[in-house]
């Protein structure tokens, strides 16, 4: 296992700082010295580094293996002979280390490199690959536990540096799907140069999790099947609930891997050299996490997303970046006579302007408060204000110069826009869409970002159902593309019954205000138009010849003008395959066997039914992160009732369970095509009932079959290989829908079916013998 692990280290730090060299080279051609003698130089001098580097990191790690290799052993020796009275806790110990550190390290990435938020499910199917490779090792005869804490360090300052030393392009993604995000392909160059640094982290992150999985599946050796499985479904609630602590008391990210720290230093206390390297690289990660990266902001982790708050150097006022990307100026119009703002300014007042009866008004994505001030200084009564960044509403409270959140004629709300206005019984003259453009993901699940399900026709008419008979409901937002305003245009003017919207061009660049009226009769004046220096665009988007589809609940990809497969995302696709094989050859050279195919299914068919539950249970009771750590933690409730369903009524045979599976699918897959339940308690009800039923039986026909094969980490590793398959096949949804991912479970779990049925000697052994699958030896791969 030390040449494997030295072959991988080797390709981590060769890449590492070839990565740090071509971003440098980079920088210097940008200063206009591209191919000039000091340039060519400069990169021949830097590759040199590299190699020495990597030869030099090389020497270390042979001079290093004995002491690694018996570290392992040690750290073996230690987990076997741990004193049965604590197994119990240690395997819900060390299950809540990992679900805790992969949440941790799925939340870190995004926020230190925010592209990696595009990247739908990276970093969640590497922890995978990570994990499921550490249950098929579980068995081995060494752990390499002692290297977990080194590699954090590693990947800490790698990206640290690559983000802030060297300035990675965030705006750049190789994604043309979704470019009205506001960013670009970029060049051949900048697009390898993601892949790679996508391809470094992958191996660090993979590395990192394969001894927590080792150590989990070891532990779980120590006890029956299903009592051992209980109990990791147990420490995975725990490492949930850990995480919505730490999002609820918006901590840091060294106060989460902290106690990542402190859970695996505990597993080396009874081996001091070990104990000793632990520490040493817990005070490299400490140091690195708490370095100050931007000494003039602030830097903020709300349970959404980083925000670092800082100054405009145009306004003096507060600066809001999001997860990397700009969000928000606070801007100060309450002198009227100043003219230095005053094309913003109009901007902001123009909703307002446009239906001036203003007894009661909701904004949604209120954000820091510039376009409740503007409520205020229009004369609006009452202004429902919503936000669903706790952090940010704060920020505008503290620091907006015209106190709008402070204002008697305002309730604030921290809310999901589209919960508030199903559950509100309020009617109001205007509801206005601010900026809504938040980069963050709804979970490690899902790449639904969290405003999908705010620009849906679904949710556009129930916006509207909350508008008075001549209520007025103004969207406003940044236009990236012409297919993007027709897409709105489109959406707006299902949810109105077919009328058209007004369209409007801000003097801002490319925002513009789209305008409905449940008042058939209702238009903008032109005068107000021509006065505020704007212009109508409603005949441009009215084009037909501007193809675009319309977003609904079912296919909530916002940011995807057309309907189109995402052809692109099949590279990324290749690249998880390509580097998980590599990882796996590495470490896995025996034949497969097939007896745990089933489990690869069923890993598959899991993860896409609790996407479907995610997003549909953040669509019915909003998509705020409580109710997705709630569901989450759910999931995993019914998977533990399912394992105990089983030992309590002492069922041996998957059949019944299969059928009524097949049963809770077809039913969900039914019930989404006539489109869901009433937003109703009731509906709502109903709707947790269709979407916790199959994760039950899923659960029961799981240990089911746990309970009547080999070992229970070998099965958990296949397991977790079929649900990085299942995280591969949700990309799927970007063309078919969310419906969709119903039919590719029901066809996995009927795989899994087939799977268990009796074959012919014969076809066993030539399936086996045609396989070229590497996996290890009670492990398919």
Not at 8 to 15: A, D, P, R, S, T
Not at 171 to 192: A, D, H, N, W, Y
Not at 613 to 619: N, P, R, V
Not at 705 to 721: C, D, P, T, W
Request: include cysteine; proline fraction near 4%; aromatic fraction near 12%.
């Amino acid at each position: 296992m030390a040449q494997s692990l030295i072959r991988l280290m080797l390709i981590i730090v060769f890449g590492s700082f070839i990565t740090i060299a071509l971003r440098s080279l980079a920088i210097i051609a940008r200063s206009g010295k591209a191919w000039s003698g000091s340039f060519v130089a400069t990169g021949l001098l830097l590759i040199c580094l590299a190699a020495i580097g990597t030869w030099a990191f090389y020497y270390a790690l042979k001079k290093l293996a004995p002491f690694i290799d018996a570290s392992a052993q040690a750290q073996a020796r230690f987990l076997d002979t741990l004193n049965a009275n604590y197994a119990d806790g240690a395997i819900l110990f060390s299950a809540a280390l990992s679900l805790f550190l992969e949440l941790c390290i799925i939340r870190w990435q995004s926020s230190v490199l925010p592209f990696f938020a595009f990247y739908k499910n990276f970093s969640l199917l590497t922890c995978f690959v990570g994990l499921g490779l550490g249950y098929a090792l579980a068995a081995r005869d060494r752990i390499p536990l002692v290297i977990v804490l080194p590699l954090l360090a590693w990947q800490f300052s790698f990206m640290t540096i690559v983000r802030y030393g060297l300035g990675i392009d965030l705006k750049t993604i190789p994604f043309r799907e979704q470019l009205t995000m506001g960013m670009s392909v970029g060049s051949l160059s900048q697009i390898l140069l993601l892949y790679g640094l996508l391809a470094i982290v992958f191996l660090i992150t993979a590395l990192t999790f394969m001894p927590i999985g080792q150590l989990c599946g070891r532990l779980m050796e120590r006890r029956t099947k299903l009592r051992a499985y209980g109990l990791n479904l147990l420490g995975s609630l725990l490492g949930v609930v850990l995480m919505l602590v730490a999002s609820f008391l918006w901590t840091p990210p060294l106060a989460w891997f902290a106690l990542c720290f402190l859970a695996i230093l505990l597993f080396t206390l009874k081996t001091p050299p070990l104990m000793i390297v632990g520490l040493s690289f817990t005070v490299v990660c400490t140091i690195v996490l708490a370095w100050p990266v931007n000494v003039l902001s602030n830097r903020v982790y709300s349970p959404y997303q980083l925000l670092e708050i800082g100054r405009g150097e145009d306004t003096g006022l507060t600066l809001i970046n999001a997860a990397g990307n700009f969000y928000q100026k606070i801007y100060d119009f309450s002198d009227v006579r100043s003219t230095r703002w005053s094309k913003i300014r109009d901007y902001y007042d123009f909703p307002y302007k446009a239906h001036p009866t203003l007894t009661n008004i909701a904004i949604v994505g209120a954000g820091t408060g510039n376009d409740v001030a503007a409520a205020l200084r229009s004369g609006a009564e009452h202004v429902e204000a919503i936000e669903i960044d706790p952090a940010i509403q704060l920020t505008g409270r503290v620091s907006h110069p015209e106190k709008p959140y402070s204002d008697a004629r305002v309730h604030s709300v921290v809310n999901d826009a589209r919960s508030f206005l199903r559950n509100t019984e309020q009617t109001f003259d205007l509801v206005v869409y601010g900026m809504l453009d938040s980069h963050t993901l709804l979970s490690q699940g899902s790449s639904v970002r969290l405003d999908s399900f705010v620009y849906t026709v679904e949710g556009l008419r129930e916006a509207r159902e909350r508008l008075k008979p001549d209520g007025v409901l103004s969207l406003s937002f940044s236009v990236l593309s012409d297919a993007l305003g027709r897409k709105i245009y489109l959406m707006l003017q299902q949810a109105f019954d077919g009328r058209p919207p007004n369209c409007v061009e801000a003097n801002t660049g490319t925002s513009i205000i789209f305008l409905e009226s449940n008042d058939e009769k209702w238009a903008i004046p032109p005068q107000l138009v021509e006065d505020a220096g704007f212009t109508d665009k409603t005949a441009f988007y009215a084009d037909p010849s501007l193809h675009a589809d319309v977003s609904t609940d079912d296919w909530p990809f916002f940011y995807m003008p057309q309907r189109i497969y995402p052809v692109s995302y099949l590279i990324m696709v290749f690249l998880l395959l390509a580097l998980s094989l590599l990882v796996g050859v590495n470490f896995l050279p025996e034949r497969p066997k097939v007896s745990h195919v089933s489990f690869f299914f069923l890993g598959a068919g899991f993860m896409l039914i609790e996407t479907k539950g995610i997003t549909e249970m953040g669509l019915a009771f909003g998509n705020t992160w409580q109710v997705i750590g709630i569901v989450i933690a759910g999931i995993l409730t019914m998977a533990f009732l399912g394992n105990c369903a089983v030992q309590w009524l002492d069922i041996r045979r998957p059949v019944i369970p299969y059928l009524f599976l097949f049963a809770a699918l077809s039913v969900g897959w039914y019930v989404a095509r006539a489109g869901g339940f009433a937003s109703t308690p009731l509906g709502r009800l109903e709707t947790s009932i269709v979407l916790t039923l199959p994760l039950l039986f899923s659960g029961i026909v799981f240990s089911t079959l746990l309970s009547s094969k080999g070992q229970v980490s070998g099965m958990i590793a296949m397991n977790l290989l079929g649900a990085i398959c299942g995280g591969l096949l949700e990309y799927n949804s970007m063309y078919f829908g969310f419906r969709f991912l119903y039919l590719i479970a029901i066809g996995c779990y009927l795989l899994a079916f087939v799977s268990e049925l009796p074959f012919p000697k014969k076809a066993t052994d030539d399936l086996l013998a045609a396989s070229s699958t590497i996996g290890p030896e009670n492990v398919s791969f």
